[in-house]
Structures are given as structure tokens and as C-alpha cells.
């Protein structure tokens, strides 16, 4: 296993379309997020699981966005109707709960450009 | 309400000299913190962290220092290399949240 791998790197879509974004993290990991990262920011937090529960949402998430995370492994994020306004890195990362503030491991993200 | 910033968006050193990154936060509750590196076309990578009940914390070329009645960190960077040229982003967490709260960011340029 040699990191967080995130799928696929680039996605371009036009405006109204819906999206599905991949993540699958480091095995022994249990913990698992979602962030978004615009240009001349840092990353975002979006959601956040432990095993399979979504434990925290982000008011960022607005109602078109949901994640999952079915049998507390991969994780997918889908964002419906897409807007110009949801253009952005999405970057996941994933810890071990087990160590009190462990560093989060990161993806190399998807960028998304709605057109 | 940006509860960690880092006020220098980019930064410019010379090879072999002594790179600092500063970082200031608002919220008390943070008592741990973490820098992270990012190359472009990659998700950030974590570098060197600190918790709240020390001032120091040294890693190899990276230190990181804490001053919690400024409620400011640093991150210093000796000798600086040209590799280490890359976007630096400070992150702060606070016991039983999970989530990492980022800084928007300081762009390093090590010139050889």
C-alpha cells in the first residue's frame, strides 16, 4: 500500500452535470476526510469519517454534495447539478484513530473544472 | 472567520541560508499543530508537528516553534536547499475535533 489514492486526477464537466470522485486510503486507516482546496487557499474541510459513520459535515457541504463510505473502506464523494462554484481540488486524507493527533495522510487530489 | 493565518503568501531565500515561515491563529482551543508541504500536481504532505505543551520541536533541518501567549508558530528551514522550494501550509487541530484547519499558505522559492 503505498499512500491515498484518489481517482481520477482531472475531471472536466459541464455545468448541471453530476460527478463522482474516488478515494481509497491507506489500508489500516480508519479514519477518512474530504477537503477542497481553491486556488491561493488552503485545503477546506468538506467531511470527515471514522470506519463507515460520516461523523462531521462541513456547512460547506450544501445539500447537492454526499459522501460515503460503505464497510468503512473506499470512499466516494458526488456532487450533483455541478456549478462553476464547485471548480476546486478535492483532496482526501486518511489517519489511524488509534494515536492521539496522528498526521492526516493526503491524496494527490481531483481537480475539477466546471464548464 | 480565517482561524489560522499566514500572512506572507510567498518567500524568497537564498540557498544554504535559514528559511522561517510564520503562522498566527485565533482560536485557544488548538493544541496541536502541524506543517504540511505541497508540490504542485500533489496533495500536501505532512512535514513536522508540535502540540501545544511545548515550545520546540526539530526534525532533521525543520524546527518548529510554539508561542502560545502569541498564540504564533514558526517554522524554520537550515540550511535551506532548493528542493525544499514548494507552498508550505500551517494546520491546527483542538482535542475532539478531527478536522485540520489550514492556513492559505506560504510559497517558498529556495534559489540556488
Known amino acids: 500500500d503505498t499512500g491515498v489514492s484518489q481517482d481520477p486526477r482531472h475531471k472536466i464537466t459541464k455545468r448541471g452535470q453530476n460527478v463522482t470522485f474516488r478515494c481509497d486510503p491507506i489500508?489500516?486507516?480508519?479514519?477518512l476526510y474530504w477537503y477542497r482546496q481553491t486556488l491561493g487557499q488552503g485545503p477546506e474541510f468538506l467531511t470527515y469519517?471514522?470506519?463507515?459513520?460520516?461523523?462531521?459535515k462541513s456547512r460547506l457541504l450544501s445539500d447537492r454534495f454526499s459522501a460515503e463510505r460503505p464497510k468503512g473502506s473506499f470512499s466516494t464523494l458526488e456532487i450533483q447539478r455541478t456549478e462553476q462554484g464547485d471548480s476546486a481540488m478535492y483532496l482526501c486524507?486518511?489517519?489511524?484513530?488509534?494515536?492521539?493527533?496522528?498526521?492526516?495522510?493526503f491524496g494527490q487530489g481531483t481537480r475539477l473544472t466546471v464548464v | 472567520d480565517q482561524q489560522v493565518k499566514q500572512n506572507s503568501p510567498s518567500l524568497s531565500v537564498q540557498e544554504g541560508r535559514i528559511s522561517i515561515l510564520n503562522c498566527d491563529y485565533t482560536n485557544s482551543m488548538f493544541d496541536y499543530f502541524l506543517w504540511y508541504k505541497k508540490y504542485p500536481a500533489e496533495g500536501p504532505t505532512f512535514l513536522i508537528s508540535i502540540s501545544s505543551i511545548k515550545d520546540k520541536n526539530e526534525d532533521g533541518r525543520f524546527t518548529v516553534f510554539l508561542n502560545k501567549s502569541a498564540k504564533h508558530l514558526s517554522l524554520h528551514i537550515v540550511p535551506s536547499q532548493p528542493g525544499d522550494s514548494a507552498v508550505y501550509f500551517c494546520?491546527?487541530?483542538?482535542?475532539?475535533?478531527?478536522?485540520?484547519?489550514f492556513g492559505s499558505g506560504t510559497r517558498l522559492q529556495v534559489q540556488p
Open positions: 494546520a491546527a487541530i483542538y482535542t475532539g475535533r478531527r478536522a485540520l484547519t
Open positions: 489500508s489500516e486507516h480508519n479514519r
Open positions: 486524507a486518511s489517519s489511524f484513530s488509534q494515536m492521539m493527533n496522528t498526521e492526516a495522510f
Open positions: 469519517f471514522q470506519n463507515e459513520a460520516q461523523l462531521e
